[in-house]
C-alpha cells in the first residue's frame, strides 16, 4: 500500500528549462509535505517543504506547489542545470504525538538534465 | 564536519553472520532514525529513537536490534543475516518534534549491505 506515489520514474529536461517533478499521495492525514535530492552513493539532501496550510513555497530556483484536494504536490526547478541531476524524492509526514516524525517516501525520479 | 556519518560505508558477509552498522551526528539533534532502500528503491524507516529512547518501531523483524548509546549515536545491529537484508541502511536525525512543529531530517551517505 504505496501512500506516496512518483509515477514518473525518470524525467528529461534541457538545461535552462523547466523541470516539474510530480508527486501523489492518498492519506489525507498527512500535513506536511517534502522534497529530497539523493545523488548516486550519498543519503538524500533535504530541498525544499511545505506544510498543509500553504499551496506554494519558493526557494530559489525551487518551488512546492500543494493541491490537497487533488491530493498533489509539484517540485519546479527553473532554470534548470546540469547539476540538478539526481532522484529527487517526495516524502510525507502525519501528526505523530511523539517526538519523532515518520516520513513516508515515494520511489523517486531521476532528473537528468542536458546540455 | 559531516554532519550524519555511517560505517561502514559497504559491507559484504555471509548469511547467518551478525553485523552492525554504527551512526553518528554532530548536528546537536535528540532524534534519530534508521531506513531501509529495497532493491526497489523505496525508502521505508525501520526506527526512531529519542534521546536514547525507543519512539517508533515499524514491522521489523526482531533480528534487527537497534541501540542508542547516546543521543548522538544510533548503532544497528543484525542478527543472523539473510538474503533479503541486503538493501542500503540510512541513518537519519532531526530536531525534537516537540521544539518545532515539523521538522526536516537529515540523513548519512547510507551503507549498502550485501548477503551472499
Known amino acids: 500500500d504505496q501512500q506516496v506515489k512518483q509515477n514518473s520514474p525518470s524525467l528529461s529536461v534541457q538545461e535552462g528549462r523547466i523541470s516539474i517533478l510530480n508527486c501523489d499521495y492518498t492519506n489525507s492525514m498527512f500535513d506536511y509535505f517534502l522534497w529530497y535530492k539523493k545523488y548516486p552513493a550519498e543519503g538524500p539532501t533535504f530541498l525544499i517543504s511545505?506544510?498543509?496550510?500553504?499551496d506554494k513555497n519558493e526557494d530559489g530556483r525551487f518551488t512546492v506547489f500543494l493541491n490537497k484536494s487533488a491530493k498533489h504536490l509539484s517540485l519546479h526547478i527553473v532554470p534548470s542545470q546540469p547539476g540538478d541531476s539526481a532522484v529527487y524524492f517526495c516524502?510525507?509526514?502525519?501528526?505523530?504525538?511523539?517526538?519523532?516524525?515518520?516520513?513516508?517516501f515515494g520511489t523517486g525520479t531521476r532528473l537528468q538534465v542536458t546540455l | 564536519d559531516t554532519a550524519v556519518s555511517q560505517t561502514p560505508k559497504y559491507l559484504v558477509t555471509q548469511m547467518g553472520n551478525d553485523k552492525s552498522i554504527k551512526c553518528e551526528q554532530n548536528?546537536?539533534?535528540?532524534?534519530m532514525y534508521w531506513y531501509k532502500q529495497d532493491s526497489k528503491k523505496f525508502l521505508k524507516i525501520m526506527f526512531s529513537y529519542n534521546n536514547k529512547e525507543l519512539i517508533i518501531n515499524e514491522t521489523v523483524p526482531n533480528r534487527f536490534s537497534p541501540k542508542s548509546p547516546d543521543k548522538a549515536h544510533l548503532n544497528l545491529h543484525i542478527n543472523s543475516l539473510e538474503l533479503g537484508d541486503s538493501a542500503v541502511y540510512f541513518c537519519a536525525s532531526s530536531q525534537e518534534l516537540s521544539r518545532r512543529r515539523y521538522n526536516e531530517q537529515f540523513f548519512g551517505p547510507g551503507t549498502r549491505l550485501t548477503v551472499l
Open positions: 548536528l546537536g539533534h535528540d532524534t
Open positions: 511545505i506544510s498543509s496550510i500553504k
Open positions: 516524502a510525507a509526514s502525519a501528526p505523530t504525538p511523539g517526538t519523532a516524525s515518520k516520513l513516508t
